[in-house]
T-cell receptor
């Protein structure tokens, strides 16, 4: 399975946009880019996913590079409740061994 | 909707004791997973089951066994618990094959295990 690389931690001010990067240089053509987040003392939860085009939902936006070797999760206005660990993982229909890296710990300052 | 249910939520074991963590999902998913998460660390895959009747090792399988009892249930067993197995354990399920647009992973709330 292709691996992803994310910064260990990032800080943001409340109500400012946050851009969380993810590198996946060995991504294959059938890999979907997924983002999950884990709030303190909870299991991870789905945020967003995409294949080639940028995606938007009520939680966030996902910007995918043209060569698909990197992506960025965008939180348009960070709130204190967005403080969490954010994981970027690759999923395809062939593979079932879903591995998570260390993720990015997002800290939001009031 | 229950989603993914894990039991127990908290457990303290003595070194050498055995125990089984139970996991059940009500979404009719084929794939199920067990992860462990040590303090301040990411998730590490212990075992997974792509479908009923099959199980495979993940990144850190040593010291654990699993059973895919039926499509709903996937249990994780510690035969002889060690302090190094103190961790939070998460069960997850997904339906990846054949549904690329809806292959979301659903996690349980976690089981906090302490081995003394």
């Amino acid at each position: 399975d292709a691996k992803t690389t994310q910064p260990n931690s990032m800080e943001s001010n409340e109500e400012e946009p946050v851009h969380l990067p993810c590198n996946h240089s060995t991504i294959s053509g059938t890999d979907y880019i997924h983002w999950y987040r884990q709030l303190p003392s909870q299991g991870p939860e789905y945020v967003i996913h995409g294949l080639t085009s940028n995606v938007n939902n009520r939680m966030a936006s996902l910007a995918i590079a043209e060569d698909r070797k990197s992506s960025t999760l965008i939180l348009h206005r960070a709130t204190l409740r967005d403080a969490a660990v954010y994981y970027c993982i690759l999923i395809n229909n062939a593979g079932n061994m879903l591995t998570f890296g260390g993720g990015t710990r997002l800290m939001v300052k009031p | 909707n229950a989603g993914v249910t894990q039991t127990p939520k908290f457990q303290v074991l003595k070194t050498g004791q055995s125990m089984t963590l139970q996991c059940a999902q009500d979404m009719n998913h084929n794939s199920m997973y067990w992860y462990r998460q040590d303090p301040g660390m990411g998730l590490r895959l212990i075992y997974y089951s792509a479908s009923e009747g099959t199980t495979d090792k993940g990144e850190v399988p040593n010291g654990y066994n699993v059973s895919r009892l039926n499509k709903r249930e996937f249990s994780l067993r510690l035969e002889s618990a060690a302090p190094s197995q103190t961790s939070v354990y998460f069960c997850a399920s997904s339906e990846i094959r054949g549904r690329p647009l809806r292959n979301t992973i659903y996690f349980g709330e976690g089981s906090w295990l302490t081995v003394v």
